[in-house]
Protein backbone atom coordinates (compact mmCIF):
# COMPACT_ATOMS: atom_id res chain seq x y z
CA UNK A 1 0.00 0.00 0.00
CA UNK A 2 2.97 2.25 0.99
CA UNK A 3 4.16 1.80 -2.57
CA UNK A 4 0.66 3.00 -4.29
CA UNK A 5 0.70 6.20 -2.36
CA UNK A 6 4.01 6.63 -3.21
CA UNK A 7 3.17 6.46 -6.82
CA UNK A 8 0.08 8.69 -6.24
CA UNK A 9 -2.43 6.42 -6.42
CA UNK A 10 -4.59 8.32 -4.27
CA UNK A 11 -8.22 7.82 -5.66
CA UNK A 12 -9.37 4.47 -3.43
CA UNK A 13 -8.15 6.02 -0.32
CA UNK A 14 -10.91 6.19 2.54
CA UNK A 15 -11.02 9.96 2.79
CA UNK A 16 -12.97 9.66 6.57
CA UNK A 17 -9.62 9.44 7.88
CA UNK A 18 -9.64 5.97 8.50
CA UNK A 19 -6.20 4.11 9.43
CA UNK A 20 -4.83 0.74 9.83
CA UNK A 21 -3.73 -0.15 13.12
CA UNK A 22 -0.31 1.40 12.52
CA UNK A 23 -1.75 4.75 11.57
CA UNK A 24 -1.78 4.69 7.66
CA UNK A 25 -4.13 5.71 5.39
CA UNK A 26 -5.92 2.73 3.38
CA UNK A 27 -7.75 1.97 0.92
CA UNK A 28 -11.41 1.12 0.61
CA UNK A 29 -10.87 -1.84 -1.67
CA UNK A 30 -8.67 -3.31 0.88
CA UNK A 31 -9.88 -2.87 3.88
CA UNK A 32 -13.11 -2.04 5.11
CA UNK A 33 -16.69 -2.08 3.54
CA UNK A 34 -19.35 -5.76 4.14
CA UNK A 35 -16.73 -7.81 3.92
CA UNK A 36 -14.49 -6.47 7.31
CA UNK A 37 -18.12 -6.28 8.39
CA UNK A 38 -19.21 -9.91 8.13
CA UNK A 39 -15.96 -10.55 11.46
CA UNK A 40 -17.49 -7.98 13.57
CA UNK A 41 -21.04 -9.39 12.55
CA UNK A 42 -20.14 -13.07 13.31
CA UNK A 43 -19.17 -11.94 16.54
CA UNK A 44 -21.94 -9.51 17.41
CA UNK A 45 -24.22 -12.86 16.61
CA UNK A 46 -22.17 -15.06 19.05
CA UNK A 47 -21.93 -12.41 21.78
CA UNK A 48 -25.67 -11.40 21.90
CA UNK A 49 -26.40 -15.60 22.18
CA UNK A 50 -24.01 -15.62 25.06
CA UNK A 51 -25.35 -12.58 26.51
CA UNK A 52 -28.80 -13.05 26.50
CA UNK A 53 -28.69 -16.90 27.32
CA UNK A 54 -28.15 -15.30 30.92
CA UNK A 55 -30.23 -12.20 30.64
CA UNK A 56 -33.54 -14.14 29.21
CA UNK A 57 -33.59 -16.68 32.02
CA UNK A 58 -31.94 -15.04 35.04
CA UNK A 59 -35.02 -14.22 36.87
CA UNK A 60 -35.89 -17.63 36.82
CA UNK A 61 -32.73 -18.93 38.13
CA UNK A 62 -32.84 -15.94 40.80
CA UNK A 63 -35.88 -17.71 41.79
CA UNK A 64 -36.10 -21.31 41.39
CA UNK A 65 -32.46 -22.32 42.03
CA UNK A 66 -30.94 -19.12 44.59
CA UNK A 67 -34.20 -18.97 46.19
CA UNK A 68 -35.05 -15.06 46.10
CA UNK A 69 -38.42 -13.25 45.74
CA UNK A 70 -40.00 -12.26 42.58
CA UNK A 71 -39.64 -8.40 43.57
CA UNK A 72 -35.69 -9.04 44.83
CA UNK A 73 -35.23 -11.21 41.59
CA UNK A 74 -36.61 -8.56 39.18
CA UNK A 75 -34.45 -5.78 40.90
CA UNK A 76 -31.49 -7.79 40.51
CA UNK A 77 -31.82 -8.67 36.81
CA UNK A 78 -32.47 -5.04 36.05
CA UNK A 79 -29.41 -3.59 38.09
CA UNK A 80 -27.51 -6.20 36.51
CA UNK A 81 -28.52 -5.20 32.97
CA UNK A 82 -28.46 -1.83 34.05
CA UNK A 83 -24.87 -1.39 34.98
CA UNK A 84 -24.05 -3.12 31.57
CA UNK A 85 -25.70 -0.59 30.09
CA UNK A 86 -24.05 2.16 31.95
CA UNK A 87 -20.54 1.03 32.13
CA UNK A 88 -20.36 1.93 28.29
CA UNK A 89 -19.98 5.30 29.07
CA UNK A 90 -16.31 4.40 30.56
CA UNK A 91 -15.69 2.24 27.56
CA UNK A 92 -16.93 5.19 24.75
CA UNK A 93 -13.86 7.55 27.08
CA UNK A 94 -11.17 4.73 27.21
CA UNK A 95 -11.65 4.36 23.38
CA UNK A 96 -11.83 7.97 21.93
CA UNK A 97 -9.14 9.41 24.57
CA UNK A 98 -6.56 6.62 24.87
CA UNK A 99 -6.80 3.02 22.86
CA UNK A 100 -8.97 3.00 20.31
CA UNK A 101 -12.46 0.77 19.99
CA UNK A 102 -10.19 -1.89 18.58
CA UNK A 103 -7.79 -2.37 21.42
CA UNK A 104 -10.53 -1.12 24.15
CA UNK A 105 -12.56 -3.58 22.75
CA UNK A 106 -10.01 -6.54 22.78
CA UNK A 107 -9.72 -6.07 26.67
CA UNK A 108 -13.66 -6.13 27.02
CA UNK A 109 -13.75 -9.35 25.48
CA UNK A 110 -11.54 -10.99 27.93
CA UNK A 111 -12.96 -9.49 30.46
CA UNK A 112 -16.18 -11.05 29.01
CA UNK A 113 -14.31 -14.22 28.49
CA UNK A 114 -13.18 -14.28 32.24
CA UNK A 115 -17.02 -13.30 33.36
CA UNK A 116 -18.36 -16.36 31.53
CA UNK A 117 -16.13 -19.21 33.08
CA UNK A 118 -17.00 -17.47 36.51
CA UNK A 119 -20.63 -17.50 36.08
CA UNK A 120 -20.29 -21.18 34.68
CA UNK A 121 -17.95 -22.60 37.50
CA UNK A 122 -20.70 -20.90 39.83
CA UNK A 123 -23.53 -23.08 38.57
CA UNK A 124 -21.52 -26.02 38.62
CA UNK A 125 -19.44 -26.42 41.53
CA UNK A 126 -22.09 -27.47 44.39
CA UNK A 127 -20.28 -25.71 46.95
CA UNK A 128 -21.23 -22.74 45.33
CA UNK A 129 -24.94 -23.14 44.88
CA UNK A 130 -27.18 -23.82 47.74
CA UNK A 131 -29.19 -27.14 47.80
CA UNK A 132 -32.29 -27.81 45.81
CA UNK A 133 -35.65 -27.20 47.61
CA UNK A 134 -37.05 -30.04 49.86
CA UNK A 135 -39.16 -29.40 52.49
CA UNK A 136 -37.99 -25.83 52.55
CA UNK A 137 -35.99 -23.69 50.31
CA UNK A 138 -32.45 -22.95 51.81
CA UNK A 139 -31.00 -19.47 50.59
CA UNK A 140 -27.63 -18.97 49.06
CA UNK A 141 -25.03 -18.48 51.10
CA UNK A 142 -22.87 -14.75 51.33
CA UNK A 143 -20.12 -16.75 49.56
CA UNK A 144 -22.56 -18.41 46.52
CA UNK A 145 -24.03 -14.92 45.92
CA UNK A 146 -20.55 -13.14 45.85
CA UNK A 147 -19.14 -15.31 43.34
CA UNK A 148 -22.15 -15.63 41.37
CA UNK A 149 -22.50 -12.09 41.29
CA UNK A 150 -18.77 -11.10 40.60
CA UNK A 151 -19.31 -13.45 37.27
CA UNK A 152 -22.27 -11.21 36.32
CA UNK A 153 -20.67 -8.12 37.22
CA UNK A 154 -17.30 -8.99 35.37
CA UNK A 155 -19.62 -9.53 32.23
CA UNK A 156 -21.18 -6.09 32.75
CA UNK A 157 -18.18 -3.81 32.87
CA UNK A 158 -16.76 -6.24 30.20
CA UNK A 159 -19.76 -5.30 28.03
CA UNK A 160 -18.64 -1.19 28.78
CA UNK A 161 -15.87 -2.08 26.91
CA UNK A 162 -17.46 -3.87 24.07
CA UNK A 163 -20.60 -2.53 23.95
CA UNK A 164 -20.14 0.85 22.05
CA UNK A 165 -16.70 0.13 20.29
CA UNK A 166 -17.79 -3.18 17.95
CA UNK A 167 -20.99 -1.06 17.22
CA UNK A 168 -18.80 2.45 16.55
CA UNK A 169 -15.90 -0.32 14.95
CA UNK A 170 -18.71 -1.79 12.48
CA UNK A 171 -20.19 1.40 11.32
CA UNK A 172 -16.80 2.56 10.78
CA UNK A 173 -16.06 0.65 8.11
CA UNK A 174 -17.92 2.67 5.51
CA UNK A 175 -17.08 5.98 3.93
CA UNK A 176 -19.84 8.32 4.36
CA UNK A 177 -17.51 10.50 1.67
CA UNK A 178 -18.00 7.67 -0.66
CA UNK A 179 -22.09 8.18 -1.61
CA UNK A 180 -21.96 4.31 -2.42
CA UNK A 181 -20.42 3.25 1.45
CA UNK A 182 -22.74 6.13 2.67
CA UNK A 183 -25.39 3.94 1.63
CA UNK A 184 -24.19 0.80 2.76
CA UNK A 185 -23.90 2.30 6.19
CA UNK A 186 -27.95 3.09 5.99
CA UNK A 187 -28.42 -0.28 6.05
CA UNK A 188 -25.82 -0.99 7.96
CA UNK A 189 -27.56 -0.66 11.35
CA UNK A 190 -30.60 -2.71 9.92
CA UNK A 191 -28.47 -6.13 9.20
CA UNK A 192 -26.62 -4.93 12.28
CA UNK A 193 -29.87 -5.61 14.42
CA UNK A 194 -30.39 -8.48 12.15
CA UNK A 195 -27.62 -9.99 13.61
CA UNK A 196 -28.75 -9.49 17.49
CA UNK A 197 -31.74 -10.64 16.80
CA UNK A 198 -30.76 -13.95 15.35
CA UNK A 199 -28.05 -14.63 18.26
CA UNK A 200 -30.91 -13.41 20.71
CA UNK A 201 -33.07 -16.31 18.76
CA UNK A 202 -30.97 -18.51 19.58
CA UNK A 203 -30.60 -18.27 23.59
CA UNK A 204 -34.63 -18.02 24.54
CA UNK A 205 -34.88 -21.56 22.35
CA UNK A 206 -32.00 -24.06 22.57
CA UNK A 207 -30.29 -22.86 25.62
CA UNK A 208 -32.74 -22.04 27.88
CA UNK A 209 -34.49 -25.12 27.07
CA UNK A 210 -31.01 -27.03 28.45
CA UNK A 211 -31.03 -24.67 31.01
CA UNK A 212 -34.47 -25.61 32.45
CA UNK A 213 -34.82 -28.74 30.86
CA UNK A 214 -30.75 -30.14 31.41
CA UNK A 215 -28.92 -28.07 34.17
CA UNK A 216 -27.60 -24.59 33.70
CA UNK A 217 -23.92 -26.03 33.55
CA UNK A 218 -24.66 -27.04 30.24
CA UNK A 219 -26.71 -23.51 29.74
CA UNK A 220 -23.71 -21.51 30.26
CA UNK A 221 -21.32 -23.86 29.43
CA UNK A 222 -22.50 -23.72 25.47
CA UNK A 223 -22.83 -19.83 24.85
CA UNK A 224 -19.10 -19.53 27.29
CA UNK A 225 -17.47 -22.13 24.58
CA UNK A 226 -19.16 -19.88 22.10
CA UNK A 227 -17.88 -16.68 22.85
CA UNK A 228 -14.79 -17.83 22.80
CA UNK A 229 -14.93 -18.73 19.31
CA UNK A 230 -16.40 -15.56 18.12
CA UNK A 231 -13.30 -13.74 19.94
CA UNK A 232 -11.28 -15.74 17.24
CA UNK A 233 -13.20 -14.87 14.94
CA UNK A 234 -13.03 -11.42 15.17
CA UNK A 235 -9.02 -11.76 15.27
CA UNK A 236 -9.12 -13.20 11.91
CA UNK A 237 -10.80 -9.84 10.58
CA UNK A 238 -8.30 -7.79 11.97
CA UNK A 239 -6.30 -7.43 8.57
CA UNK A 240 -9.77 -5.76 7.38
CA UNK A 241 -10.52 -3.35 9.44
CA UNK A 242 -10.36 0.03 9.48
CA UNK A 243 -9.87 2.69 12.38
CA UNK A 244 -10.21 5.96 13.49
CA UNK A 245 -6.99 6.97 15.65
CA UNK A 246 -7.93 7.90 19.48
CA UNK A 247 -8.24 11.92 20.08
CA UNK A 248 -8.31 14.30 23.19
CA UNK A 249 -11.31 12.93 25.68
CA UNK A 250 -14.69 14.13 24.60
CA UNK A 251 -15.35 14.58 28.13
CA UNK A 252 -12.33 17.00 28.69
CA UNK A 253 -13.25 19.20 25.79
CA UNK A 254 -16.91 19.67 26.71
CA UNK A 255 -15.80 20.48 30.22
CA UNK A 256 -13.06 22.94 28.84
CA UNK A 257 -15.76 24.57 26.12
CA UNK A 258 -18.34 24.60 29.37
CA UNK A 259 -16.02 26.23 32.15
CA UNK A 260 -14.28 28.79 29.44
CA UNK A 261 -17.59 30.03 28.64
CA UNK A 262 -18.64 30.62 32.15
CA UNK A 263 -15.45 31.76 32.63
CA UNK A 264 -15.64 34.19 30.21
CA UNK A 265 -19.86 35.33 30.62
CA UNK A 266 -19.29 38.66 30.98
CA UNK A 267 -17.18 39.05 27.83
CA UNK A 268 -19.32 39.93 24.56
CA UNK A 269 -19.41 37.95 21.58
CA UNK A 270 -18.90 39.88 18.49
CA UNK A 271 -21.45 40.32 15.70
CA UNK A 272 -21.82 39.28 12.48
CA UNK A 273 -19.03 40.69 10.45
CA UNK A 274 -17.47 42.85 12.77
CA UNK A 275 -14.08 42.87 13.76
CA UNK A 276 -13.26 41.07 16.83
CA UNK A 277 -10.27 43.08 17.68
CA UNK A 278 -12.25 46.45 17.96
CA UNK A 279 -14.83 44.80 20.86
CA UNK A 280 -11.70 44.06 23.49
CA UNK A 281 -8.41 44.84 22.68
CA UNK A 282 -7.12 41.82 24.56
CA UNK A 283 -9.38 39.29 22.89
CA UNK A 284 -9.78 37.76 19.61
CA UNK A 285 -12.44 35.03 18.16
CA UNK A 286 -10.85 31.58 17.69
CA UNK A 287 -11.14 30.69 13.99
CA UNK A 288 -12.40 27.43 12.76
CA UNK A 289 -13.27 26.39 9.63
CA UNK A 290 -17.15 24.95 11.15
CA UNK A 291 -18.87 28.19 11.66
CA UNK A 292 -20.80 28.79 14.64
CA UNK A 293 -24.66 27.86 14.78
CA UNK A 294 -27.31 30.18 16.22
CA UNK A 295 -28.24 27.73 19.22
CA UNK A 296 -26.87 27.66 22.75
CA UNK A 297 -24.94 30.85 21.54
CA UNK A 298 -23.83 31.31 25.42
CA UNK A 299 -20.97 28.16 24.93
CA UNK A 300 -19.41 30.35 21.63
CA UNK A 301 -17.75 32.76 24.77
CA UNK A 302 -15.73 30.02 24.94
CA UNK A 303 -13.83 30.77 21.60
CA UNK A 304 -13.28 34.05 22.47
CA UNK A 305 -9.29 33.91 22.56
CA UNK A 306 -6.98 35.61 25.30
CA UNK A 307 -3.68 35.83 25.22
CA UNK A 308 -2.52 32.54 27.18
CA UNK A 309 -1.60 29.35 25.52
CA UNK A 310 -3.54 27.25 27.84
CA UNK A 311 -6.20 25.00 26.27
CA UNK A 312 -8.55 26.19 29.35
CA UNK A 313 -8.38 29.71 28.09
CA UNK A 314 -10.18 29.25 24.76
CA UNK A 315 -12.02 26.40 22.74
CA UNK A 316 -11.88 25.95 19.19
CA UNK A 317 -15.16 26.68 17.03
CA UNK A 318 -15.15 22.96 16.55
CA UNK A 319 -14.85 22.08 19.54
CA UNK A 320 -17.98 24.23 20.57
CA UNK A 321 -20.02 22.75 18.15
CA UNK A 322 -19.32 19.40 18.95
CA UNK A 323 -20.11 20.34 22.56
CA UNK A 324 -23.55 21.60 21.32
CA UNK A 325 -24.39 18.82 19.36
CA UNK A 326 -23.54 16.21 22.31
CA UNK A 327 -25.87 18.69 24.77
CA UNK A 328 -28.17 18.93 22.06
CA UNK A 329 -28.49 14.72 22.48
CA UNK A 330 -29.43 14.95 26.11
CA UNK A 331 -33.01 15.93 25.83
CA UNK A 332 -34.07 13.18 23.22
CA UNK A 333 -31.91 10.61 25.86
CA UNK A 334 -33.94 11.51 28.42
CA UNK A 335 -36.64 10.86 26.78
CA UNK A 336 -36.15 7.19 25.48
CA UNK A 337 -35.62 6.26 29.18
CA UNK A 338 -38.70 5.49 29.76
CA UNK A 339 -39.15 2.94 26.76
CA UNK A 340 -36.32 1.43 27.93
CA UNK A 341 -37.64 0.86 31.59
CA UNK A 342 -40.91 -1.01 29.56
CA UNK A 343 -38.38 -3.63 27.56
CA UNK A 344 -36.96 -4.39 30.79
CA UNK A 345 -39.98 -6.09 31.56
CA UNK A 346 -39.61 -8.95 28.81
CA UNK A 347 -37.34 -10.62 30.79
CA UNK A 348 -38.88 -10.01 34.02
CA UNK A 349 -42.33 -9.79 34.44
CA UNK A 350 -43.00 -11.18 30.99
CA UNK A 351 -41.06 -14.36 31.81
CA UNK A 352 -43.19 -14.31 35.44
CA UNK A 353 -46.28 -14.01 33.77
CA UNK A 354 -45.55 -17.37 31.40
CA UNK A 355 -44.74 -19.96 34.97
CA UNK A 356 -47.67 -19.37 35.89
CA UNK A 357 -49.37 -20.86 32.82
CA UNK A 358 -49.88 -24.26 31.26
CA UNK A 359 -46.82 -24.94 29.45
CA UNK A 360 -47.25 -28.16 28.19
CA UNK A 361 -47.00 -29.29 24.41
CA UNK A 362 -47.70 -32.86 24.22
CA UNK A 363 -47.55 -35.26 27.11
CA UNK A 364 -43.78 -34.81 27.62
CA UNK A 365 -42.64 -31.68 26.63
CA UNK A 366 -43.14 -28.16 28.77
CA UNK A 367 -42.00 -24.80 26.97
CA UNK A 368 -39.54 -23.00 30.07
CA UNK A 369 -41.16 -19.51 30.54
CA UNK A 370 -38.21 -17.23 29.01
CA UNK A 371 -38.68 -18.99 25.84
CA UNK A 372 -41.50 -16.71 24.86
CA UNK A 373 -38.90 -13.92 23.78
CA UNK A 374 -38.45 -15.74 21.23
CA UNK A 375 -41.20 -14.42 19.78
CA UNK A 376 -39.90 -10.79 20.38
CA UNK A 377 -36.76 -11.48 18.15
CA UNK A 378 -38.96 -13.50 15.22
CA UNK A 379 -40.98 -10.18 15.11
CA UNK A 380 -37.79 -8.14 14.97
CA UNK A 381 -35.93 -10.03 13.06
CA UNK A 382 -38.78 -9.96 10.45
CA UNK A 383 -39.88 -6.47 10.64
CA UNK A 384 -36.15 -5.18 10.54
CA UNK A 385 -35.95 -7.02 6.89
CA UNK A 386 -38.95 -6.22 5.55
CA UNK A 387 -38.28 -2.28 7.07
CA UNK A 388 -35.12 -2.13 5.32
CA UNK A 389 -36.37 -4.10 1.81
CA UNK A 390 -39.43 -2.99 1.07
CA UNK A 391 -41.03 -0.33 3.73
CA UNK A 392 -37.79 2.01 3.20
CA UNK A 393 -38.07 1.88 -0.87
CA UNK A 394 -41.54 2.92 -0.70
CA UNK A 395 -41.46 5.77 1.31
CA UNK A 396 -38.64 6.96 -0.51
CA UNK A 397 -39.62 7.79 -3.10
CA UNK A 398 -42.78 9.73 -1.18
CA UNK A 399 -40.67 11.45 0.98
CA UNK A 400 -37.31 11.37 -0.94
CA UNK A 401 -35.54 10.87 2.42
CA UNK A 402 -32.57 8.11 1.76
CA UNK A 403 -34.05 6.46 5.61
CA UNK A 404 -37.97 6.98 4.24
CA UNK A 405 -38.43 8.61 6.94
CA UNK A 406 -36.26 10.41 9.61
CA UNK A 407 -34.85 8.65 12.25
CA UNK A 408 -36.92 10.63 15.45
CA UNK A 409 -39.72 9.33 12.92
CA UNK A 410 -38.73 6.07 13.51
CA UNK A 411 -38.09 6.20 17.16
CA UNK A 412 -41.42 7.98 17.56
CA UNK A 413 -43.49 5.03 15.78
CA UNK A 414 -41.86 2.71 18.00
CA UNK A 415 -42.76 4.20 21.58
CA UNK A 416 -46.20 4.91 20.48
CA UNK A 417 -46.09 1.15 19.57
CA UNK A 418 -44.88 0.52 22.66
CA UNK A 419 -47.82 2.37 24.33
CA UNK A 420 -50.40 0.03 22.68
CA UNK A 421 -47.94 -2.80 23.81
CA UNK A 422 -48.39 -2.31 27.58
CA UNK A 423 -51.86 -1.01 26.71
CA UNK A 424 -52.32 -4.85 25.41
CA UNK A 425 -50.50 -6.77 28.41
CA UNK A 426 -52.74 -5.10 31.34
CA UNK A 427 -55.35 -5.96 29.21
CA UNK A 428 -54.26 -9.44 29.01
CA UNK A 429 -53.51 -9.61 32.27
CA UNK A 430 -56.86 -8.43 33.77
CA UNK A 431 -58.30 -11.33 31.84
CA UNK A 432 -56.07 -13.74 33.10
CA UNK A 433 -56.42 -12.87 36.83
CA UNK A 434 -60.69 -12.98 36.28
CA UNK A 435 -59.85 -16.51 34.86
CA UNK A 436 -57.54 -17.51 37.81
CA UNK A 437 -60.40 -16.54 39.92
CA UNK A 438 -62.76 -18.58 38.21
CA UNK A 439 -60.62 -21.90 38.18
CA UNK A 440 -58.47 -23.53 40.91
CA UNK A 441 -56.14 -24.24 38.06
CA UNK A 442 -55.56 -22.91 35.06
CA UNK A 443 -55.72 -24.64 31.52
CA UNK A 444 -54.39 -21.26 29.54
CA UNK A 445 -51.77 -21.92 27.51
CA UNK A 446 -48.41 -19.90 27.98
CA UNK A 447 -49.24 -18.94 24.50
CA UNK A 448 -52.08 -16.27 26.01
CA UNK A 449 -49.41 -14.10 26.08
CA UNK A 450 -48.32 -14.16 23.03
CA UNK A 451 -49.83 -10.97 22.16
CA UNK A 452 -47.87 -8.66 24.23
CA UNK A 453 -44.30 -10.31 23.00
CA UNK A 454 -45.04 -9.81 19.48
CA UNK A 455 -46.20 -6.51 19.87
CA UNK A 456 -43.39 -5.80 21.33
CA UNK A 457 -40.87 -7.31 19.00
CA UNK A 458 -42.25 -4.97 16.56
CA UNK A 459 -42.14 -1.63 18.77
CA UNK A 460 -38.33 -2.61 19.41
CA UNK A 461 -37.84 -2.92 15.35
CA UNK A 462 -38.37 0.50 15.00
CA UNK A 463 -37.20 2.13 18.61
CA UNK A 464 -34.18 -0.07 18.74
CA UNK A 465 -32.98 0.39 15.82
CA UNK A 466 -33.71 4.08 15.54
CA UNK A 467 -32.00 5.02 18.91
CA UNK A 468 -28.73 2.80 17.76
CA UNK A 469 -28.53 4.90 14.76
CA UNK A 470 -29.40 7.94 15.95
CA UNK A 471 -27.01 8.36 18.51
CA UNK A 472 -24.26 6.80 16.24
CA UNK A 473 -24.87 9.13 13.02
CA UNK A 474 -25.51 12.19 15.31
CA UNK A 475 -22.66 12.04 17.44
CA UNK A 476 -19.34 14.13 16.11
CA UNK A 477 -16.68 12.36 14.09
CA UNK A 478 -14.72 12.26 16.98
CA UNK A 479 -17.32 11.41 19.76
CA UNK A 480 -18.72 8.57 17.72
CA UNK A 481 -18.06 6.11 20.60
CA UNK A 482 -19.38 8.32 23.07
CA UNK A 483 -22.54 8.38 21.38
CA UNK A 484 -23.11 5.06 20.86
CA UNK A 485 -22.93 4.92 24.84
CA UNK A 486 -25.64 7.31 24.91
CA UNK A 487 -27.60 4.38 23.76
CA UNK A 488 -26.38 1.93 26.63
CA UNK A 489 -26.71 5.16 28.75
CA UNK A 490 -30.76 5.28 27.67
CA UNK A 491 -31.01 1.53 28.77
CA UNK A 492 -28.69 1.33 31.87
CA UNK A 493 -30.81 4.36 33.43
CA UNK A 494 -34.31 2.73 32.06
CA UNK A 495 -33.26 -0.62 33.50
CA UNK A 496 -32.51 1.22 37.13
CA UNK A 497 -35.39 2.98 36.59
CA UNK A 498 -37.55 -0.26 36.82
CA UNK A 499 -35.85 -1.60 39.39
CA UNK A 500 -37.22 2.11 41.83
CA UNK A 501 -40.73 1.81 39.92
CA UNK A 502 -41.52 -1.86 40.88
CA UNK A 503 -39.89 -1.44 44.30
CA UNK A 504 -41.87 1.62 44.97
CA UNK A 505 -45.15 0.91 43.56
CA UNK A 506 -44.58 -2.70 45.50
CA UNK A 507 -44.07 -1.29 49.00
CA UNK A 508 -46.50 1.33 48.61
CA UNK A 509 -49.12 -1.36 47.33
CA UNK A 510 -48.74 -3.27 49.96
CA UNK A 511 -48.65 -1.15 52.55
CA UNK A 512 -52.85 -0.51 51.52
CA UNK A 513 -52.91 -4.46 51.97
CA UNK A 514 -53.49 -5.19 48.17
CA UNK A 515 -50.04 -6.00 46.54
CA UNK A 516 -49.80 -5.83 42.95
CA UNK A 517 -46.71 -7.52 42.72
CA UNK A 518 -46.34 -10.23 45.01
CA UNK A 519 -44.33 -13.46 44.75
CA UNK A 520 -48.09 -15.12 43.83
CA UNK A 521 -48.79 -13.59 40.55
CA UNK A 522 -52.16 -15.19 40.67
CA UNK A 523 -52.71 -13.08 43.97
CA UNK A 524 -51.27 -9.55 42.63
CA UNK A 525 -52.53 -7.09 40.38
CA UNK A 526 -50.31 -6.92 37.97
CA UNK A 527 -52.81 -5.48 35.46
CA UNK A 528 -52.54 -2.37 37.08
CA UNK A 529 -49.27 -2.03 37.04
CA UNK A 530 -49.11 -2.62 33.41
CA UNK A 531 -51.92 0.01 33.09
CA UNK A 532 -49.80 2.47 35.17
CA UNK A 533 -46.63 1.65 32.73
CA UNK A 534 -48.73 2.77 29.78
CA UNK A 535 -50.16 6.25 31.22
CA UNK A 536 -46.61 6.98 32.52
CA UNK A 537 -45.12 5.80 29.15
CA UNK A 538 -48.04 7.87 27.29
CA UNK A 539 -47.23 10.89 29.13
CA UNK A 540 -43.38 10.15 28.02
CA UNK A 541 -44.76 9.96 24.30
CA UNK A 542 -45.83 13.38 24.17
CA UNK A 543 -42.64 14.74 25.91
CA UNK A 544 -40.57 12.86 23.03
CA UNK A 545 -42.79 14.83 20.76
CA UNK A 546 -42.08 17.91 22.03
CA UNK A 547 -38.33 17.55 21.95
CA UNK A 548 -37.97 15.92 18.26
CA UNK A 549 -39.75 19.22 17.06
CA UNK A 550 -36.89 21.05 18.90
CA UNK A 551 -34.15 18.93 17.00
CA UNK A 552 -32.22 19.99 14.34
CA UNK A 553 -30.24 17.11 12.76
CA UNK A 554 -26.56 17.14 12.64
CA UNK A 555 -26.17 16.52 9.28
CA UNK A 556 -27.97 19.63 8.42
CA UNK A 557 -25.63 21.80 11.32
CA UNK A 558 -22.49 20.30 10.11
CA UNK A 559 -21.76 18.68 6.63
CA UNK A 560 -20.04 21.53 4.41
CA UNK A 561 -21.37 19.35 1.57
CA UNK A 562 -25.33 19.91 1.92
CA UNK A 563 -26.88 21.70 -0.42
CA UNK A 564 -29.74 23.09 1.81
CA UNK A 565 -28.70 26.72 3.31
CA UNK A 566 -28.73 27.27 7.00
CA UNK A 567 -32.50 28.31 7.00
CA UNK A 568 -33.68 25.14 5.05
CA UNK A 569 -31.88 23.24 7.29
CA UNK A 570 -33.38 24.11 10.23
CA UNK A 571 -36.92 24.20 8.33
CA UNK A 572 -36.04 20.60 7.99
CA UNK A 573 -34.37 19.28 10.93
CA UNK A 574 -37.56 18.99 12.73
CA UNK A 575 -39.39 15.75 13.59
CA UNK A 576 -42.67 16.52 11.77
CA UNK A 577 -45.23 14.07 11.79
Known amino acids: MAERLENGDHGDIARDGSVDLRGNPVHRSERGGWKACYFIIAYELIERMAYYSIQSNLVSYLTNKLHEGTVEAANNVTNWVGTGFLTPILGAYIADAYLGQYWTFIIGSALYLLGMIILTLAVSVPKLKPPPCKVTCERASSLQQAVFFIGLYTI ?4 GCTKPNVTTLGANQFDETNPKEKMQKHSFFNWWMSSIFLGTLFSPTVLVYLQDNINFSIGYGVPTIALFVSMVIFLVGTPFYRHKLAQSSPFTKMTRVIVVSIRNWQLPLPCNGEDPSQIDTRVAWHKSSIQPTKSM ?35 ILVSLILPCTMIAQINTLFVKQGATLDRHMGPHFQIPPASLVVFVTITMLVSV ?37 MLFASIIEHRRLSIVNKEAHTSLSIFFLLPQFVFMGLADSFLVVGQTEF ?23 GNFLSSFILQLVSGITKKQGKGWVLNDLNSSRLDYYYALLTAVNALNFIFFLFVSRMYKYRVELFSSTHERTEDEAEKGGHLEF
Do not use: H
Not at 156 to 159: I, K
Open 471 to 493: FYDQAPDSMKSLGSSYTMTAYGI
Open 156 to 159: AVAN
Open 297 to 331: RFLDKAAIKSNSDSKWTSCSITEIEETKQMISMLP
Open 385 to 421: VLYDRYFIKVLRSWTRNPRGITILQRIGTGIFLQVMT
